[in-house]
């Protein structure tokens, strides 16, 4: 558990990142808290020669709205998602969301940006970035470009981001008021990555479900948006035989690694209690 | 209440101002501890120290065709790189073990676990050491492996132990096979025998012990530093049992014992991990040997789970024979003990399953017969007694599961099935039928008084309201209630059947007491943990009646200590803990004597008085203490010796037995698996109790361990021996979260034999926890016939239990 060498950077600006990247190629890693890339180079799974430590960028920083949109910083950590106030307003899925990641000490340096840039289908932001559709800002050579995160994990650490890219920001369009949401999580014990979870957004006129959205934390190589589970929900009243119908559908796409947590038929029986539990939480909420 | 007298209250203030024996003392050692001032092995720097780290085999059997250091040696600021090669010559690739067997240092043919070390390598500063492991190429050619410890003894098995593969005696006896270690037995077997082919009821259960480790949080380090000027070398580490480690470096070095100089600084946790002797130690010390500077050696979190010693894998085959309304008449055990590659239990030599022989527990079972046989196989060696007497947990999940699977087969509550065959205390001394004599014990008033306190009637009531209620489809949650009564065995012992490598297991102290009424104290015994420093001084504030503050506890140099066996097995309180109150009374007589000359009387017309001798009818002619002790130095008696101190080395006459009733209600969680803690409370009787605060402490630390090895910490292979979930992320150590609240209680029956009656508590609540959660949860199945459950009960094998028996939709 002792890391390989490197050489250390902390550049005050994009651009700055942008052009070191350029130049140092694929040896080169930026460092956003370490609280994924640290342990990695410990066990030497990751040995990049060159780290590039973001957290001197300012522009990176903050939460802020624009228009029907929230846009947060890459920088921003998890320990400030849980504080923001324009989120619990907005989108309180994400404090939930983050209240369940890790420990209270790896939330003070573990970043929204590094969460969704890792690839590591346990991290729980990108299955709740997919359900909230937002999208990713990816600041390059050739400057920015925006990627959905619903098109943008091909498969476990491997991502839509260029070597010589970072995340800038994510964008999320504010969902309606009066939405329901729930994150279910399951976890062994505090600290651990899911064995299953789930991310929920409806929205609810009357008794009928008007739109639904779920993401799918750690039960395959990638996060996963179950499309057609919402859509099994849409237009119901969010009886058992929908949302057993959305429990088989969502089911049906998982594809989970058998691991210490558990063999696979279980990490997706898993996905199927973990979104029943956030549908009920997400009906309770909602009111329309 | 009678009025207190003046006399009263001026006796009750000056024994307070003691902090003795009793008395809710803060632990002393927490000064430094909380405040970041530990000093522990890793903290030691040394002038040109240099670091070294292992190269490891990722193959769990292969044998080794090359190794080319060449590279790694080319690596600026390596020292040197060690393989087999080197250390043959010196007769030390291979290291006894305190089992009998020998283990490898570097391997020298062959790797035989995951993870082996193959070649340490020493550069100037641990960075460079770690990339240099990686510069070390091996050449492995893998060979097929057994995980299975049941595979081990077929006859087309692979021999893993070729350097032994012709001696088919081993330490402890024949061996019947390459991969067989020994085959130990006790009890009648006869006897048993017959009565199990007669008896009206028999039950009979396969209960697996599975691997765990236990975990410390600061791993196994030292450093190594040889004089070459002097010949002397100074061995800092972790070492639970200096001593004997101090004794072990010079018979396999060659170097005069006096010229070795073992340190244990403070030792942040040991639980058994830290008895035995480990490569790196021995690797530091050659290094510092042949280099002249000294090495470190520091085990990273994953090396110390996947290669030091592990805890248990024990299959236990149970059987019970009773009568129809419960009465246990025999018991017969199967062990089959996966030892892994080397056998390097930490034992005492005589007893190669440990005290396994416990197993019958805290009944009057008559007859019974226990076989243990140990094998090899392809994974870490160990068998270390985690948190308890060597393989205690064990025998107790043994016998406490066993009592339950009986209780259902005849339809008798398991509370009631306990009572029924329970010692009784008027049986003691009490002589089990595998060989032990208990030497006290009340276990139907612990019983009953636990049963009062958690409600017990009502419980079952609240539990069948919810089974039926589940029945009903009315709620998905299980409740189960487990039960644990279990017996300890501790305070090892007599030298009659307790020594190490030949070494009795005595254990010691020696206390002086300066001219001003100080103490300094020191001790054979090494605290990991356990508040020595606290609980000693109490004992000896109350013997000697000098406050508990102005008395100095030092154990762990082996220049300075006394000779002792270490720390682990409970021993401390039972064995060193006799020896300072045997050492304080040697004191305390010469101190009567001074007080007899100063005060001009007879020894005989003086009695004690808290903190001083006074005359018998004449409480105002008195001298405490500390007018003793300045006086024992500079105006003693005529022809008596001036000085105030006293040593004792203590041979107990028998182990002590500190027993314990255990209840928990748990609430199991259907579709997930998931298990919660709802109550568990805790009564333990460990005869007299020196710190009630300490205590308690020890029973809540031992609990969450306990809480973790049941219900989910596990040392697993894959089939083809790899070490799975070596790091904390998958070994489950539960944090404040997970953990639940402990009730705590007590009753108090003091060891007969022991000089103050204590017994030994830090072990207790692991031995009596593990059975007590794997009742609780397989209690929660039991009306849905779900037979035993193994553990560790981690949620998604509860929730496979639920697919088996069809609870889901
Ligand atoms: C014990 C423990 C438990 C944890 N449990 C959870 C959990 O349950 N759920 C969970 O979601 N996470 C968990 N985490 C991870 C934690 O949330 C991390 O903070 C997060 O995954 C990565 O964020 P980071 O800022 O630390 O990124 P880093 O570790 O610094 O970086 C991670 C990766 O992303 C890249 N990267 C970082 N920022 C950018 C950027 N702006 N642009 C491009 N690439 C970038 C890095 O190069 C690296 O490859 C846990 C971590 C620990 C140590």
């Known amino acids: 558990m002792i890391p390989g060498t490197f050489e250390y950077y902390r550049p005050d600006s994009v651009a700055s990142v942008v052009a070191l990247l350029a130049k140092l190629g694929d040896d080169a890693r930026p460092l956003a808290g370490?609280?994924?890339?640290?342990?990695?180079?410990?066990?030497?799974?990751?040995?990049?020669?060159?780290?590039?430590?973001?957290?001197?960028?300012a522009e990176l920083h903050g939460i802020r709205e624009q228009g029907n949109d929230i846009i947060i910083g890459a920088m921003t950590t998890q320990h400030e998602l849980i504080a923001s106030e324009l989120l619990a307003k907005y989108l309180p899925i994400i404090r939930e969301t983050s209240l369940v990641i890790a420990d209270p000490q790896i939330r003070y340096k573990g970043t929204l940006g590094g969460n969704v840039a890792n690839g590591d289908p346990g991290n729980d932001m990108p299955a709740?970035?997919?359900?909230?559709?937002?999208?990713?800002?990816?600041?390059?050579?050739?400057?920015?470009?925006?990627?959905?995160?619903?098109?943008?994990?091909?498969?476990?650490?491997?991502?839509?981001?260029?070597?010589?890219?970072?995340?800038?920001?994510?964008?999320?369009?504010?969902?309606?008021?009066?939405?329901?949401?729930?994150?279910?999580?399951?976890?062994?014990?505090?600290?651990?990555?899911?064995?299953?979870?789930a991310?929920?957004?409806?929205?609810?006129?009357?008794?009928?479900?008007?739109?639904?959205?779920?993401?799918?934390?750690?039960?395959?190589?990638?996060?996963?948006?179950?499309?057609?589970?919402?859509?099994?929900?849409?237009?119901?009243?969010?009886?058992?035989?929908?949302?057993?119908?959305?429990?088989?559908?969502?089911?049906?796409?998982?594809?989970?690694?058998?691991?210490?947590?558990?063999?696979?038929?279980?990490?997706?029986?898993?996905?199927?209690?973990?979104?029943?539990?956030?549908?009920?939480?997400?009906?309770?909420?909602?009111?329309? | 209440m009678n009025k207190q007298t003046p006399i009263d209250i001026d006796r009750a203030e000056r024994t307070e101002k003691l902090q003795g024996m009793g008395c809710k003392r803060k632990r002393v050692e927490d000064i430094r501890f909380t405040q970041g001032k530990g000093n522990y092995v890793d903290d030691l720097k040394l002038p040109g120290m240099v670091f070294g780290d292992f190269v490891r085999s990722p193959h769990a059997h292969a044998r080794i065709v090359s190794i080319d250091t060449t590279r790694a040696k080319a690596l600026?600021?390596?020292?040197?790189?060690?393989?087999?090669?080197?250390?043959?010559?010196?007769?030390?690739?291979?290291?006894?073990?305190?089992?009998?067997?020998?283990?490898?240092?570097?391997?020298?043919?062959?790797?035989?676990?995951?993870?082996?070390?193959?070649a340490f390598v020493i550069a100037k500063d641990r960075y460079i050491a770690s990339d240099a492991t990686e510069l070390v190429d091996v050449v492995y050619e893998a060979l097929p492996c057994i995980v299975d410890p049941f595979k081990s003894m077929l006859p087309d098995a692979p021999v893993l132990r070729e350097d032994i593969k012709d001696k088919m005696v081993g330490a402890h006896g024949p061996r019947k096979h390459p991969n067989h270690i020994f085959e130990w037995q006790i009890g009648d077997k006869d006897a048993t025998d017959a009565i199990f082919a007669n008896a009206e009821v028999t039950i009979k259960e396969m209960l697996v012990d599975h691997r765990t480790h236990p975990s410390p949080l600061e791993t196994c380090q030292s450093v190594a530093s040889f004089?070459?000027?002097?010949?002397?070398?100074?061995?800092?580490?972790?070492?639970?049992?200096?001593?004997?480690?101090?004794?072990?470096?010079?018979?396999?070095?060659?170097?005069?014992?006096?010229?070795?100089?073992?340190?244990?600084?403070?030792?942040?946790?040991?639980f058994g991990n830290k008895v035995g002797a480990y490569a790196g130690y021995v690797c530091s010390v050659v290094g510092s040997i042949v280099l002249g500077v000294p090495v470190k050696w520091v085990e990273d979190r994953m090396e110390n789970l996947s290669t030091t010693s592990f805890a248990r894998d024990y299959h236990m085959t149970t059987e019970l024979a009773a009568t129809k309304e419960g009465k246990i008449l025999a018991m017969r055990v199967h062990v089959l003990a996966d030892h892994g590659a080397f056998d390097a239990c930490a034992d005492p030599s005589k007893w190669p399953a440990g005290f396994m022989n416990i197993c019958t527990g805290?009944?009057?079972?008559?007859?019974?017969?226990?076989?243990?046989?140990?094998?090899?196989?392809?994974?870490?060696?160990?068998?270390?007694?985690?948190?308890?007497?060597?393989?205690?947990?064990?025998?107790?999940?043994?016998?406490?599961r066993a009592v339950e699977v009986l209780a259902q087969k005849i339809g008798m509550d398991a509370a009631e099935l306990r009572l029924k065959n329970f010692i009784k205390a008027e049986q003691f001394p009490y002589h089990s039928a595998l060989g032990w004599e208990y030497d006290s014990g009340d276990y139907h008033t612990a019983m009953k008084k636990a049963m009062d306190t958690i409600g017990y009637a009502e419980l079952r009531k609240e539990q069948a309201a919810k089974r039926a209620a589940f029945q009903r489809g009315e709620t998905r949650e299980l409740m189960g209630i487990g039960i644990s009564f279990f017996t300890e065995i501790v305070g090892a012992g007599p030298s009659k059947n307790c020594d190490i490598l030949g070494i009795a297991m005595f254990d010691s102290a020696e206390i002086r007491i300066h001219p001003t009424g100080s103490i300094i104290a020191r001790m054979g015994t090494k605290s990991q943990g356990q508040g020595h420093e606290t609980?000693?001084?109490?004992?000896?504030?109350?013997?000697?009646?000098?406050?508990?503050?102005?008395?100095?506890?030092?154990?762990?140099?082996?220049?300075?200590?006394?000779?002792?066996?270490?720390?682990?097995?409970?021993?401390?309180?039972?064995?060193?803990?006799?020896?300072?109150?045997?050492?304080?009374?040697?004191?305390?007589?010469?101190?009567?004597?001074?007080?007899?000359?100063?005060?001009?009387?007879?020894?005989?017309?003086?009695?004690?008085?808290?903190?001083?001798?006074?005359?018998?009818?004449?409480?105002?002619?008195?001298?405490?203490?500390?007018?003793?002790?300045?006086?024992?130095?500079?105006?003693?008696?005529?022809?008596?010796?001036?000085?105030?101190?006293?040593?004792?080395?203590?041979?107990p006459p028998n182990m002590t037995y500190p027993f314990g009733a255990y209840f928990c209600v748990m609430d199991i969680d259907v579709d997930t698996g998931v298990a919660k803690t709802r109550r568990f409370y805790a009564l333990d009787d460990c005869g007299t109790r020196i710190n009630p605060m300490i205590i308690e402490g020890q029973v809540h630390g031992g609990l969450t361990e306990a809480f973790a090895c049941a219900m989910g910490q596990e040392i697993r292979y894959d089939e083809t021996g790899n070490v799975m979930g070596a790091s904390f992320m998958d070994f489950f150590l539960p944090t404040a979260v997970e953990t639940p609240h402990w009730e705590t209680d007590f009753t108090v029956t003091p060891s007969p034999h022991h000089p103050i009656g204590a017994k030994g508590v830090g072990e207790s609540p692991h031995v009596g926890g593990v059975p007590c959660f794997s009742n609780a949860v397989n209690d929660a199945y039991a009306f849905l016939n779900a037979g035993h459950i193994q553990m560790p009960h981690d949620a998604w094998r509860l929730w496979k239990v639920g697919e088996r028996l069809g609870l889901h939709k």
Request: hydrophobic share 45%; with cysteine.
């Open chain 1, 34 to 57: 370490g609280q994924s890339l640290i342990a990695m180079m410990k066990t030497r799974l990751a040995s990049p020669e060159h780290l590039i430590d973001l957290s001197a960028i």
């Open chain 1, 128 to 197: 709740l970035m997919q359900c909230l559709d937002a999208s990713y800002q990816l600041v390059g050579p050739k400057g920015e470009r925006e990627v959905a995160a619903r098109a943008f994990y091909n498969g476990a650490y491997d991502t839509a981001l260029q070597a010589d890219e970072i995340v800038s920001a994510v964008r999320i369009g504010k969902p309606v008021a009066g939405h329901g949401y729930g994150y279910e999580k399951l976890k062994r014990k505090i600290g651990d990555y899911a064995t299953a979870a």
């Open chain 1, 199 to 288: 991310a929920v957004m409806i929205t609810m006129s009357v008794a009928t479900c008007t739109s639904a959205s779920i993401g799918l934390t750690n039960v395959s190589e990638t996060p996963l948006w179950a499309e057609a589970a919402g859509k099994a929900l849409v237009g119901t009243q969010l009886d058992e035989a929908s949302i057993a119908k959305a429990v088989a559908a969502a089911e049906a796409i998982t594809n989970p690694a058998s691991d210490m947590r558990g063999p696979a038929e279980y990490r997706t029986k898993m996905a199927g209690i973990m979104l029943r539990r956030a549908l009920e939480r997400a009906k309770s909420r909602a009111h329309g």
């Open chain 2, 76 to 118: 600026p600021g390596v020292i040197a790189v060690l393989t087999a090669a080197d250390l043959k010559p010196l007769g030390l690739h291979y290291m006894p073990t305190l089992a009998g067997d020998v283990q490898a240092v570097l391997a020298e043919e062959k790797v035989l676990f995951q993870n082996q070390e193959v």
């Open chain 2, 227 to 270: 004089d070459k000027i002097k010949g002397e070398l100074t061995l800092w580490g972790t070492f639970q049992a200096p001593h004997v480690i101090r004794t072990v470096v010079s018979l396999i070095s060659g170097l005069p014992e006096h010229k070795i100089h073992v340190i244990a600084p403070d030792i942040g946790g040991g």
């Open chain 2, 362 to 400: 805290s009944y009057d079972i008559p007859t019974a017969h226990l076989v243990v046989d140990g094998v090899y196989t392809n994974k870490a060696s160990g068998g270390v007694a985690y948190r308890c007497s060597f393989r205690v947990t064990e025998a107790v999940f043994a016998i406490e």
């Open chain 2, 535 to 651: 609980t000693y001084a109490q004992i000896i504030a109350t013997e000697l009646g000098i406050p508990a503050d102005d008395i100095m506890i030092e154990e762990g140099n082996t220049d300075t200590a006394p000779y002792g066996l270490g720390t682990y097995g409970s021993r401390s309180t039972p064995v060193a803990g006799a020896a300072t109150a045997v050492a304080a009374r040697k004191i305390k007589a010469k101190a009567q004597m001074i007080a007899a000359h100063m005060l001009e009387v007879h020894e005989g017309d003086l009695e004690w008085d808290v903190d001083r001798f006074r005359v018998k009818g004449l409480p105002e002619k008195f001298k405490t203490m500390k007018e003793i002790a300045w006086s024992a130095y500079n105006s003693p008696p005529p022809n008596m010796e001036p000085g105030l101190e006293a040593v004792n080395y203590y041979e």
